[in-house]
């Protein structure tokens, strides 16, 4: 019965590839491949580093993942309408494709490329929380929230560090309710997080970051910062090098894999993109990736079934965040009902995001006892 089975290949487990994977595994025989032993939930990296005796539960091995399909530890290298080309030389022949392969960010927002087992991935952070417990001043570069999030991991844990942050944009969280910058600002200040926007370095530190060593560096406006560490907050890259070869589809200016209101590669009614990768609209969240991964999973379902692909996608209009400061501070905005957007209470902050940074949700996923 299982080999009469369509073989659906998942190609990245992360948010979206593990949801996808799942929902499907005892429908079809899924085979999900991913370079990494472990789905990191990246939302939890930058607590990972200031508290390493927390920071094993960022990591879920693939392997409680599925019951019935395949892991393959291994990294595509191509992909054609009728399968996946990994980079160790095998192939999978699949009737569906899924590509999730999200994006990359700076170290330690999210694990370096060749960190490639949990194991190693900690040791890096556990190497790097080393550095910063012997630094007295950082510097943050790029308020974003990944930046803002850092500082706040870290001065919950080092209540007397001096903590700076820079970013060139005039205003933090452009886009953002009014009351929920205020409330931002106000949250930083009380922290004592000295927020520079609107400025940015003459050229960047000489040590490299995460590394301990003290340097002094010059703003555009004269001013100079001695700080003993320095991290990277900015500069996200897509990962689809390995669609570059346009055998399945050719990539937007931007390296994005165009999708329908399906969320069908454009042109192909049996490859799907999701999250990061797919040229939406709407922000690069989590929350986002695993929404779209539910709209795949419908229109996959319909055509195991014999149909077509029903479900759409609809990029959401209102901007929306959670941005935890350590475990008991934060800002967020949520939408309403009616459409707009509100400030979130601070206690749904904690209770949504700050608290675990989503871990219990993924200790579902990953054991299927609790299926
Ligand atoms: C510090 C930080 C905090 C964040 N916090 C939040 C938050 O609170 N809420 C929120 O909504 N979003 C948050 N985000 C954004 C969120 O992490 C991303 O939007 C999300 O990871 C995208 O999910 P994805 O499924 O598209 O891909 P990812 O989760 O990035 O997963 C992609 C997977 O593909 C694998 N892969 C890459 N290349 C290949 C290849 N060639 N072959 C096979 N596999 C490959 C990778 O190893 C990875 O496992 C945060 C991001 C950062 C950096």
Same mark, same amino acid.
């Given at each position: 019965?299982?080999?009469?089975?369509?073989?659906?290949?998942?190609?990245?487990?992360?948010?979206?590839?593990?949801?996808?994977?799942?929902?499907?595994?005892?429908?079809?025989?899924?085979?999900?491949?991913?370079?990494?032993?472990?789905?990191?939930?990246?939302?939890?990296?930058l607590?990972?580093?200031? $508290?390493?005796?927390?920071?094993?539960?960022?990591?879920?091995?693939?392997?409680?993942?599925?019951?019935?399909?395949?892991?393959?530890?291994?990294?595509?290298?191509? +992909?054609d309408?009728?399968?996946?080309?990994?980079?160790?030389?095998?192939?999978?022949?699949?009737?569906?494709?899924?590509?999730?392969?999200?994006?990359?960010?700076?170290?330690?927002?999210?694990? /370096?490329r060749?960190?490639?087992?949990?194991?190693?991935?900690?040791?890096?952070?556990?190497?790097?929380?080393?550095?910063l417990a /012997?630094?007295?001043?950082?510097?943050?570069?790029?308020?974003?929230?990944?930046?803002?999030?850092?500082?706040?991991?870290?001065?919950?844990?080092?209540?007397?560090? $001096?903590? +700076?942050?820079?970013?060139?944009?005039?205003?933090?969280?452009?886009?953002?309710?009014?009351?929920?910058?205020?409330?931002?600002?106000?949250?930083?200040?009380?922290?004592?997080?000295?927020?520079?926007?609107? @400025?940015?370095?003459?050229?960047?530190?000489?040590?490299?970051d995460?590394?301990?060593?003290?340097?002094?560096?010059?703003?555009?406006?004269?001013?100079?910062i001695?700080?003993?560490?320095?991290?990277?907050?900015?500069?996200?890259?897509?990962? @689809?090098?390995?669609?570059?070869d346009?055998?399945?589809?050719?990539?937007?200016?931007?390296?994005?894999?165009?999708?329908?209101?399906?969320?069908?590669?454009?042109?192909?009614?049996?490859?799907?993109?999701?999250?990061?990768?797919?040229?939406?609209?709407?922000?690069?969240?989590?929350?986002?990736?695993? @929404?779209?991964?539910?709209? +795949?999973?419908?229109?996959? $379902?319909?055509?195991?079934?014999?149909?077509?692909?029903?479900?759409?996608?609809?990029?959401?209009?209102?901007?929306?965040?959670?941005?935890?400061?350590?475990?008991?501070?934060?800002?967020?905005?949520?939408?309403?009902?009616?459409?707009?957007?509100?400030?979130?209470?601070?206690?749904?902050?904690?209770? /949504?995001?700050?608290?675990?940074?989503?871990?219990? /949700?993924?200790?579902?996923?990953?054991?299927?006892?609790?299926?």
């Amino acid at each position: 019965m299982t080999e009469m089975r369509k073989v659906v290949a998942v190609v990245g487990g992360g948010y979206a590839g593990t949801l996808i994977a799942t929902e499907l595994d005892h429908e079809a025989r899924v085979v999900l491949v991913d370079p990494r032993d472990a789905f990191v939930n990246v939302a939890g990296s930058l607590r990972a580093l200031a $508290r390493p005796d927390w920071a094993p539960q960022v990591f879920f091995p693939y392997r409680t993942l599925l019951e019935h399909g395949q892991v393959i530890r291994d990294r595509a290298s191509s +992909v054609d309408p009728a399968g996946v080309m990994l980079a160790g030389g095998g192939r999978i022949d699949a009737d569906y494709l899924v590509l999730a392969t999200g994006s990359s960010y700076p170290y330690p927002a999210r694990p /370096r490329r060749m960190a490639t087992s949990a194991a190693q991935a900690l040791s890096e952070l556990r190497a790097t929380h080393d550095q910063l417990a /012997r630094a007295e001043r950082v510097l943050i570069l790029g308020a974003g929230p990944v930046g803002l999030e850092l500082a706040g991991e870290v001065r919950e844990v080092w209540a007397h560090k $001096r903590l +700076v942050i820079l970013d060139q944009a005039a205003e933090v969280l452009p886009g953002f309710l009014p009351e929920v910058r205020r409330a931002l600002r106000r949250q930083l200040d009380e922290l004592g997080i000295d927020l520079r926007t609107g @400025t940015y370095l003459t050229s960047l530190p000489p040590t490299a970051d995460g590394t301990a060593g003290t340097f002094v560096v010059s703003t555009v406006g004269g001013e100079k910062i001695t700080a003993d560490i320095w991290f990277r907050s900015f500069g996200v890259h897509l990962n @689809t090098s390995y669609l570059a070869d346009g055998n399945l589809v050719q990539l937007t200016d931007g390296a994005a894999v165009p999708v329908d209101e399906h969320l069908n590669v454009v042109g192909h009614d049996h490859a799907y993109a999701v999250g990061d990768i797919a040229d939406l609209a709407d922000a690069k969240m989590a929350s986002h990736a695993q @929404t779209q991964a539910l709209v +795949v999973v419908e229109n996959i $379902r319909a055509q195991l079934a014999g149909g077509r692909p029903r479900s759409s996608y609809q990029p959401g209009s209102v901007p929306r965040i959670l941005l935890p400061l350590g475990t008991s501070g934060g800002v967020g905005q949520l939408p309403t009902p009616d459409g707009g957007a509100a400030a979130a209470p601070l206690a749904t902050v904690i209770q /949504r995001k700050g608290a675990d940074l989503f871990t219990s /949700r993924f200790v579902q996923r990953f054991d299927r006892s609790l299926a």
